[in-house]
């Protein structure tokens, strides 16, 4: 069964601090991406990695940075946590594949709150 | 102009009725189409996925798509309780892409 998980549901840190969120995925999937998801705004790509050691800027990059040394995992880091990061963050991974299939598999989310 | 746009919504139907969201996107080049569903405090989950034209019907869903209208639609038949959820329209513009482009979202909230 495929699986994606991550580190923490709910993670509450003060601003300024450095956060690390975590995402494994079990399917040896090439594809991981990072989202944040706000109300009213969808998901939004933070960034995407499209193999190991391999990543690329998202929409809305800045603030963040990521880390993939092994292909199961995939990390978003806060360098210095600031309230508007207060958000929903979802990973995601994907199988390289033919070129219209598409599915992304979600993990369950973590809710970041920065105080 | 946003990339994809949904009905704002909040979309409220009765139990057996028909629900209809619709989704436009800015791209005309763009190749593959695909509906999310994600309940309240979960994460999303694809219901759909459609790359041609036409209509794509899997139980009581159906995806329409009109590239020359860049417009992308889901009917949800016979709707139950179940399906209150949050439906989340997302395009792929180029094969070789590795990311898709989300909507907003539409809340769906059927009344029993």
């Known amino acids: 069964d495929v699986k994606v998980t991550q580190s923490s549901r709910y993670l509450v840190k003060r601003t300024g601090e450095k956060v690390f969120l975590e995402c494994v995925q079990d399917?040896?999937?090439?594809?991981m991406f990072w989202y944040r998801q706000d109300p009213g705004l969808g998901l939004r790509l933070i960034y995407f990695?499209?193999?190991?050691?391999?990543?690329e800027k998202g929409d809305i990059p800045e603030g963040y940075s990521v880390s993939r040394e092994k292909k199961e995992r995939f990390s978003l880091i806060l360098e210095s946590a600031s309230t508007n990061q207060t958000s929903m963050y979802l990973c995601?991974?994907?199988?390289?594949?033919?070129?219209?299939?598409?599915?992304?598999?979600f993990g369950p989310g973590t809710r970041l709150t920065v105080t | 102009q946003k990339e994809v746009e949904q009905n704002s919504g909040p979309l409220s139907v009765p139990e057996g009725a028909i629900a209809s969201l619709n989704c436009t996107y800015s791209?005309?080049?763009?190749?593959?189409f695909f509906w999310y569903r994600q309940y309240s405090g979960k994460s999303p989950e694809l219901i759909m996925s459609?790359?041609?034209?036409g209509d794509k019907e899997d139980g009581r869903f159906t995806a329409q798509l009109n590239k020359a209208s860049q417009y992308v639609s889901l009917l949800i038949r016979d709707s139950q309780p179940s399906d209150s959820a949050t439906y989340l329209c997302?395009?792929?513009?180029?094969?070789?892409?590795?990311?898709?482009?989300f909507g907003a979202g539409t809340t769906v909230t059927v009344r029993a």
């Open positions: 791209d005309r080049g763009s190749q593959s």
């Open positions: 459609i790359y041609s034209n």
């Open positions: 997302a395009v792929k513009k180029r094969p070789n892409d590795y990311k898709l482009s």
């Open positions: 995601a991974s994907r199988q390289t594949g033919t070129a219209l299939s598409y599915e992304q598999y």
């Open positions: 990695s499209y193999d190991v050691k391999m990543k």
């Open positions: 399917m040896d999937h090439e594809n």
